[in-house]
């Protein structure tokens, strides 16, 4: 059994995954992706882009652990080899740089995910394919039920 399906024109990646990265929605780069601490609005609060559809699930902290490492581990690394300090110096300088790193790439590595999500069409994003939504959008009756 055939059934229709609208073939939906590209999205720029590029323009929706600096949108997320600043935080914005990917559609129309005015609303706020985030309330919360990281989580993502239903809808956008400024052009109401459905955001639900998101599956950024583990990604978006697997690649701050990436990035967050790939920075700070040559760093400990150099110091180490030029001057051997003492563990506590260690802990003093890496703690701290450890946990602002992080936490401040935190938005912009989930909005970045949810973004390019949304730019791919990917789950949900994809109106054609939103069959096993597990937010589906309510539906509204057209035609009244004769009894
Ligand atoms: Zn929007």
New binding site residues.
């Given amino acids: 059994m055939m059934t229709d399906q609208i073939i939906y024109g590209p999205r720029d990646q590029w323009l929706a995954i600096r949108r997320g990265l600043g935080g914005a929605?990917p559609?129309?780069?005015?609303?706020r992706m985030f309330h919360g601490l990281l989580k993502v609005n239903d809808h956008?609060p400024?052009?109401?882009?459905a955001l639900h559809h998101h599956r950024a699930d583990d990604f978006p902290a697997y690649l701050n652990i990436v990035l967050v490492g790939h920075i700070v581990v040559p760093l400990v690394l150099a110091v180490e080899m030029a001057f051997a300090p003492a563990y506590w110096v260690h802990a003093v300088i890496w703690l701290p740089l450890l946990l602002i790193l992080a936490f401040s790439l935190m938005h912009p590595i989930k909005g970045a995910v949810v973004a390019w999500q949304w730019a791919m069409r990917m789950h949900g994003f994809d109106p054609n394919g939103s069959i096993d939504d597990p937010h589906p959008l309510p539906v509204t009756p057209t035609t009244k039920c004769a009894n």
């Fill in positions: 929605c559609a129309c780069g005015e609303g956008c400024s052009c109401g882009e």
